[in-house]
């Protein structure tokens, strides 16, 4: 049996490799960094990762699938997930109250 492997066995050891290093660093802590082969760090967060991936072609699908878990969580008793759900509501109305109350003193009856 040779020594030297073929580029489609090192594809299959460098898959599984970067693969459980994502599984175990996610379940580590989302600021655990992983290496990023062709990346210009050569290391970044997972939760880097994560947000790059919401750039690519199903990106909003994973998104919204991972949405989704959170509210089954908090639908679940999840604590935290239900905490998290609070405090986004509570940015988004910090941010778009002022603008939403002077639509609704002109009458916009769209709102």
């Known amino acids: 049996m040779s020594?030297?492997?073929?580029?489609?066995?090192?594809?299959?050891?460098?898959?599984?490799r970067l693969q459980n290093d994502f599984i175990a660093a996610l379940n580590n802590h989302p600021?655990?960094?992983i290496d990023t082969p062709a990346w210009p760090s050569l290391q970044a967060p997972v939760a880097e990762i994560i947000n790059e991936s919401f750039a690519a072609t199903d990106g909003t699908g994973a998104l919204h699938e991972l949405l989704q878990i959170v509210v089954l969580a908090a639908a679940g008793g999840d604590l935290r997930a239900k905490k998290w759900i609070d405090g986004r509501a509570r940015d988004f109305a910090e941010f778009h109250s002022g603008d939403l109350a002077v639509e609704m003193e002109a009458g916009d009856d769209r709102f």
């Not at 492997?5 to 599984?16: I, L, P, Q």
């Open 3 to 16: 020594a030297v492997m073929d580029r489609a066995s090192y594809a299959g050891v460098a898959y599984a």
């Open 31 to 33: 600021a655990t960094p």
